[in-house]
């Protein structure tokens, strides 16, 4: 949700105004974001595609001709044509990661909990976070520094959300044992 901006799930029926903007908006915009609107989505999140929509579909940002993916796909495909730096979406069972995947961009799905909720039209309350598309890993998380935290309001909220390192991290180096053929 965002304040004073309609919220419709794709659908002009279910069109509700809210008067508060969801957290992650909120402290998006306090951190200095300017919001530039919302995105086409697949009607009500329902869908791994990107083209069960009643308006004009968004294409794929790499080829026309295949799908954008996800009910996020509007989101990814804003980032991935470089109209915006970084967009949010919804994400159940992969709407933020496949779309990311088809337009060659990231998309980062944050551990339910670390970034509230509240304010997100739910497919599942037990399964929704809101997912992050970027054009580099960097930048997806500098993005979810800005939006994770508690929410004493969200009950799904992690109470630890924080205190929870979000910036990328260096891959611990592995060091692989090949045995000798005599040893066998």
Same mark, same amino acid.
């Given at each position: ?10 659908? $002009? %029926? =279910?069109?509700?105004?809210? #008067?508060? /903007?969801?957290? &992650?908006? @909120? ?36 080829? $026309? %001709? =295949?799908?954008?993916?996800? #009910?996020? /796909?509007?989101? &990814?495909? @804003? ?106």
């Amino acid at each position: 949700n965002v304040a004073g901006m309609a919220t419709t799930s794709n659908c $002009p %029926a =279910f069109q509700v105004m809210p #008067s508060e /903007s969801a957290p &992650a908006i @909120a402290r998006l915009e306090a951190a200095g974001a300017v919001l530039i609107g919302k995105n086409t989505m697949d009607q009500f999140a329902t869908g791994l595609n990107g083209t069960r929509s009643p308006e004009p579909l968004c294409r794929n940002a790499l080829d $026309p %001709a =295949f799908i954008p993916g996800g #009910s996020s /796909s509007g989101s &990814a495909v @804003a980032v991935a044509r470089g109209i915006v730096s970084f967009s949010l979406g919804s994400d159940t069972g992969g709407s933020g990661r496949v779309p990311a995947a088809c337009n060659g961009i990231v998309g980062l799905k944050p551990t339910v909990g670390l970034v509230s909720t509240r304010g997100v039209i739910y497919n599942s309350r037990f399964l929704d976070c809101i997912p992050i598309f970027a054009a580099r890993v960097e930048e997806a998380s500098e993005i979810l520094a800005h939006i994770a935290g508690y929410d004493a309001e969200d009950p799904w909220s992690r109470r630890d959300a924080d205190t929870i390192l979000t910036a990328p991290q260096e891959a611990p180096t592995r060091r692989l044992a090949i045995p000798r053929i005599d040893q066998l």
